[in-house]
């Protein structure tokens, strides 16, 4: 497997980690998903780091780029080949 790495300057890891939060709308405060019939569930801190989520942004960002390119290329492929099959009505419809 490919491994992909970004180097970001020490000085510059905590204001990109906090700009992906902001600009991703990172949750501090997730659902408990331990809750025991309560009606309201309770909130708990988010277990997921800013720096995962961060990472996992990137991450998610990178898979759909990839799949939407995908498809488009399978969609201009559907297109090419539609136009290029031959259709023959045959004389009864005439």
Same mark, same amino acid.
């Given at each position: 497997?490919?491994?992909?790495?970004?180097?970001?300057?020490?000085?510059?890891?905590?204001?990109?980690?906090?700009?992906?939060?902001?600009?991703?709308?990172?949750?501090?405060m997730v659902p408990d998903?331990?809750?025991?019939? *309560?009606?309201?569930p309770d909130e708990i801190?988010?277990?997921? $780091?800013? /720096?995962?989520?961060?990472?996992?942004?990137? %991450?998610?960002?990178?898979?759909?780029?990839?799949?939407?390119?995908?498809?488009? *290329?399978?969609?201009?492929?559907?297109?090419?080949?539609?136009? $290029?099959? /031959?259709v023959t009505i045959a004389?009864?419809? %005439?």
């Amino acid at each position: 497997m490919a491994v992909l790495s970004f180097t970001i300057p020490n000085e510059y890891i905590d204001e990109v980690v906090e700009a992906f939060a902001v600009k991703h709308r990172y949750p501090a405060m997730v659902p408990d998903t331990n809750t025991s019939g *309560k009606l309201v569930p309770d909130e708990i801190p988010n277990p997921q $780091s800013k /720096a995962q989520f961060a990472k996992q942004i990137i %991450r998610d960002f990178i898979r759909n780029t990839y799949v939407a390119h995908k498809a488009e *290329k399978e969609a201009e492929l559907a297109k090419i080949t539609a136009r $290029s099959t /031959a259709v023959t009505i045959a004389d009864e419809f %005439r």
